[in-house]
Nanobody
């Protein structure tokens, strides 16, 4: 089994920054991709950013230029640096891992951006 533990969420004013972290542990044999999704109240979960094993990244249009995803392979950790935060970024952010056995999700961390 794989466990994903997120940290770094919180309350921040518009224009501020937060850095999310997600540490993976357990039976990790191979990580194909890591990423972050988010879900705002009353909305569907949406992709924020992903990073594949080769290092290529992909971002939602709404966060391009403001968010940066990165990973530390030695620590099995993925990060999401979020700058210039907007109230519409308010959501529960979920860490995602795709391994050989399938997809895994973290428990989510709340990010609230006040105007």
């Amino acid at each position: 089994q794989v466990q994903l533990v997120e940290s770094g969420g919180g309350l921040v004013q518009a224009g501020g920054s937060l850095r999310l972290s997600c540490a993976a542990s357990g039976r990790i044999f191979s990580i194909k991709a890591l990423g972050w999704y988010r879900q705002a109240p009353g909305k569907q979960r949406e992709l924020v950013a992903t990073i594949i094993s080769g290092g290529s990244t992909n971002y939602a249009d709404s966060v391009k230029g403001r968010f940066t995803i990165s990973r530390d392979n030695a620590k099995n950790t993925v990060y999401l640096q979020m700058n210039s935060l907007k109230p519409e970024d308010t959501a529960v952010y979920y860490c995602w891992l795709r391994g050989l056995a399938g997809d895994y999700w973290g428990q989510g961390t709340q990010v609230t951006v006040s105007s």
